[in-house]
């Protein structure tokens, strides 16, 4: 992957980290390459609410205790940067959905 400025939504961070028995293993180790190659570049932007949708991801799903929630979100503040959302970004992510017509999934776009 190149580097440069991506912002990594929760899904990412979950295929890597978590082992889903529910996928088919062809489909799990398709997704889990891809997101590790994605959280191996530079640049990377998450927000507060990623690192917090993680953490209760794995912590309902994966049965992780609460020493390897935080060894995951020390990783995550070491390797990324963590922005906390604002008026300034939920107004532009309007702006964003509302000019391009994309859907309500899509909340922020950052340089």
């Not at 996928?23 to 997704?31: D, I």
């Not at 390897?68 to 995550?76: E, W």
């Not at 509302?98 to 899509?106: A, C, E, M, V, W």
């Amino acid at each position: 992957m190149s580097s440069g400025t991506s912002f990594i939504d929760m899904n990412v961070w979950l295929y890597r980290l978590f082992d889903d028995n529910k996928m088919e293993v062809a489909e799990k180790t398709r997704k889990r390459d891809i997101a590790i190659a994605i959280t191996q570049t530079e640049g990377i932007i998450i927000s507060t609410q990623v690192v917090n949708e993680v953490s209760a991801n794995l912590l309902k799903k994966a049965a992780f205790n609460e020493g390897q929630i935080i060894a995951v979100i020390q990783s995550l503040y070491r390797r990324c940067t963590v922005v906390e959302f604002n008026l300034t970004i939920f107004e532009s992510a309007s702006d964003i959905r509302s000019r391009y017509n994309f859907g309500s999934s899509l909340l922020v776009m950052l340089k």
